[in-house]
């Protein structure tokens, strides 16, 4: 099992950057994919971005498209999630997760796909 833990997250002004990280622990995230999720108040968590093994593929939800950017460093067994151009409804907890699954396409934006999971880092952004 893989132990996840954010970081990065924290208070920003709109139109902000913030980049947040995911460090892995207890095995190596080479072989996996990784995603990031967030989850605001009342609402459930939702797909902001996924990056296959490899680090070739990459895929966002529309909301983030363009703003965000999701990379990952195998050698340092960590994730990063770049945010620019920050708004007021980006505000939510960010999840890291991961997936040993052998697929990707269909499935990659899914919570189920993913089978561990980091407790989350707090970003707030003010307008």
């Known amino acids: 099992q893989v132990q996840l833990e954010e970081s990065g997250g924290g208070l920003v002004q709109a139109g902000g950057s913030l980049r947040l990280s995911c460090a892995a622990s207890?095995?190596?995230?080479?072989?996996?994919?990784m995603g990031w999720f967030r989850q605001a108040p009342g609402k459930e968590r939702e797909f902001v971005a996924a990056i296959f093994w490899s680090g070739a593929i990459t895929n966002y939800a529309d909301s983030v498209k363009g703003r965000f950017t999701i990379s990952r460093d195998n050698a340092k067994n960590t994730v990063y999630l770049q945010m620019n151009s920050l708004k007021a409804e980006d505000t939510a907890v960010y999840y890291c997760a991961a997936s040993g699954s052998a697929n990707y396409y269909n499935t990659y934006y899914r919570r189920d796909h993913y089978d561990s999971w980091g407790r989350g880092t707090q970003v707030t952004v003010s307008s």
């Open positions: 207890g095995r190596a995230i080479s072989s996996d994919t």
